[in-house]
């Protein structure tokens, strides 16, 4: 994601921040730099302009230029420009407490892609406790009430569905009437979409707001729309009302247009960016932590939180005790692997690690070559994985035969997990990282 912009924003980090001293004319051309790659990544004229002014201010002041470490002071105002302007802090659901029903309402144009993200938003709230009831209000698309009835039953969640109905106004009264019935908190509303914004659509979208006084109103939009995306968010904005944006796609934008653009220019924040097609890739939105990637650091934060939903607090600390001990074995390596899987995909994890991108140069991971090795591992006896320095030459060969692999790829993982090792047993030495250290990222 943001691949246009993090590419020049990184060149610039490493060009200024070796600079001893740093002169306005460099900041001059640090800035054009981030002019031109702002636009080319579809951000709204106005946003450029306005990101443009209050960086060249701030950074021509003399709190830079007289700095002891100007170039650093450059980045963080950079930094900092980067979280203003996605949004300041993470904006979370305004939702009444569990004893009391809340309501959100889905909006958006047809193929934004509102009736996955029902699903997928009713999953985050299942598993924070919450008891929410999908709502099949979008009677204007044949498949749309099939689709969220089979995401619902992916994820154990009821949907109220009412196929005699062709008003939505009358289905979504009749699923608010369910759900004070039901054992539910949280009405989560699909409505019908169109392929442009039109007065149709508008109109129904404000009698439903009408009817159901939502307490989150949130846009679904393509991230990958750059500029219409933005266009589509002032619009609904304007028209019905809208308390925040999710944008879907996001894992694909490598332009990033639409994030750094919405929040200035219809001043709603984004809550949730949707990462994959699976029903669970939805995260909530840190303007500090995309900020970050856009710069090349990494988001540790998201990357140990994600871990940690894999990884129990005891078993963690076992994995500690048999890295400080040299007792981490193969097994536990291809454990690790394992769990790095259910993580996610590679590419996506490297972005999270700081300097991951830099030090990949552009290339892409070889996943293949990680279900290699995985193979090879599971080539090995038991006490092959346990203890590596019985592999000798014969060994390797069958090895390698077994894995449909080579002599050379199994001689290579073997030296590969030498230095996880080493380096996993550095980490550990470093201040701080214990914290970090329930992670299944570090292989």
């Keep these: 994601m943001f691949d246009r912009i993090s590419a020049t924003f990184q060149d610039i980090v490493r060009s200024i921040t070796g600079k001893a001293t740093i002169s306005p004319k460099n900041i001059e051309e640090a800035v054009e730099q981030i002019k031109y790659a702002l636009l080319e990544a579809d951000v709204h004229v106005r946003v450029v302009r306005r990101f443009v002014n209050q960086t060249i201010q701030e950074a021509t002041g003399e709190r830079v230029l007289k700095s002891v470490t100007p170039g650093q002071q450059f980045v963080k105002i950079l930094y900092d420009k980067l979280v203003s302007f996605l949004g300041d802090e993470r904006q979370d659901l305004t939702l009444k407490g569990p004893d009391t029903l809340s309501i959100i309402l889905l909006a958006g144009l047809q193929g934004s892609g509102k009736t996955t993200t029902a699903a997928k938003l009713a999953l985050h709230l299942k598993k924070k406790g919450r008891r929410p009831l999908l709502v099949a209000a979008d009677l204007a698309r044949p498949a749309a009430i099939d689709q969220l009835e089979t995401l619902g039953a992916s994820i154990d969640v009821p949907v109220y569905t009412d196929r005699s109905q062709k008003d939505p106004r009358a289905v979504v009264k009749r699923a608010l009437s369910h759900a004070k019935r039901q054992a539910v908190d949280t009405l989560i509303v699909d409505t019908a979409g169109r392929h442009q914004v039109d007065r149709e659509l508008m109109d129904e979208l404000s009698r439903l707001v009408r009817d159901l006084s939502p307490d989150e109103a949130l846009l679904v939009a393509d991230a990958m729309t750059g500029q219409t995306a933005v266009d589509v968010a002032k619009a609904f904005n304007e028209a019905v009302g809208i308390t925040g944006v999710v944008l879907t796609k996001f894992d694909s934008d490598t332009r990033g247009g639409a994030a750094l653009s919405i929040r200035t220019i219809t001043g709603a924040p984004i809550k949730f960016i949707g990462v994959g097609e699976k029903v669970d890739d939805l995260e909530p939105f840190y303007p500090d932590r995309i900020a970050s990637r856009i710069l090349g650091m990494g988001d540790v934060v998201t990357l140990v939180e994600k871990a940690r939903e894999l990884t129990e607090a005891e078993e963690a600390e076992k994995l500690q005790e048999k890295i400080k001990k040299a007792t981490?074995?193969?097994?536990?390596?291809?454990?690790?692997?394992?769990?790095?899987?259910?993580?996610?995909?590679?590419?996506?994890?490297?972005?999270?690690?700081?300097?991951?991108?830099?030090?990949?140069?552009?290339?892409?991971?070889?996943?293949?070559?990680?279900?290699?090795?995985?193979?090879?591992?599971?080539?090995?006896?038991?006490?092959?994985?346990?203890?590596?320095?019985?592999?000798?030459?014969?060994?390797?060969?069958?090895?390698?035969?077994?894995?449909?692999?080579?002599?050379?790829?199994?001689?290579?993982?073997?030296?590969?997990?030498?230095?996880?090792?080493?380096?996993?047993?550095?980490?550990?030495?470093?201040?701080?990282m214990q914290q970090s250290m329930p992670t299944s990222w570090m292989s």
Excluded: C, H
């Design 328 to 432: 981490f074995t193969l097994e536990d390596y291809l454990e690790q692997f394992q769990k790095i899987k259910k993580m996610g995909s590679l590419q996506k994890l490297a972005e999270l690690v700081p300097g991951m991108e830099a030090a990949l140069g552009g290339q892409e991971i070889d996943e293949k070559a990680i279900r290699r090795e995985e193979a090879i591992i599971l080539s090995m006896t038991p006490a092959e994985r346990r203890n590596p320095r019985i592999i000798g030459p014969s060994r390797k060969k069958r090895i390698a035969r077994g894995s449909g692999t080579s002599v050379y790829e199994v001689n290579r993982l073997l030296k590969n997990f030498e230095k996880t090792r080493l380096m996993m047993k550095k980490m550990l030495k470093q201040k701080g």
